[in-house]
């Protein structure tokens, strides 16, 4: 059985890893570089994942029997974690936003050029640029 001490303090460091991680993520979303996303690497996806399941197996009774300094770091940490997520998601649903909107642009301009092309031609059903577009009704 391990010692609650050391799963809190474990669960710390991986909590500052994670943490590390996203502060890297977060500095590549704003600076146009998606391929610099460090929490996408297998290595960081599967202590998102042993974070999660340590964390859902951590009882209150064994976070409450802890050192109030570790526990006061701990929850410091997890509370920038939750902070760093809200940004994260802030900032990909704008970029998501944003990609929509020029697919959409393209498409639109795409389907103005090929009408706008035979002015004289027999009218036949014109291909909807719909295809092109996802989320079309957000």
């Avoid at 890297?24 to 042993?50: H, I, M, S, W």
């Avoid at 976070?63 to 770091?73: G, N, V, Y």
């Avoid at 929509?100 to 092309?117: K, N, P, Y």
């Amino acid at each position: 059985m391990t010692n609650p001490d050391n799963k809190l303090q474990k669960l710390h460091l991986m909590a500052q890893c994670l943490v590390d991680a996203l502060k890297t993520d977060l500095a590549a979303l704003e600076n146009g570089k998606p391929r610099e996303f460090k929490l996408v690497e297998p290595e960081l996806q599967r202590l998102a994942a042993a974070y999660e399941r340590e964390t859902a197996n951590l009882s209150k009774r064994e976070l409450d029997a802890e050192p109030a300094e570790l526990r006061a770091k701990y929850t410091g940490t997890v509370g920038e974690l939750h902070r760093l997520l809200k940004q994260q998601q802030r900032l990909l649903a704008r970029m998501r936003h944003v990609t929509e909107g020029i697919i959409r642009a393209v498409a639109e301009e795409l389907a103005r050029r090929e009408s706008s092309t035979r002015p004289y031609s027999r009218s036949a059903p014109s291909r909807s640029p719909g295809a092109m577009v996802y989320n079309a009704l957000s």
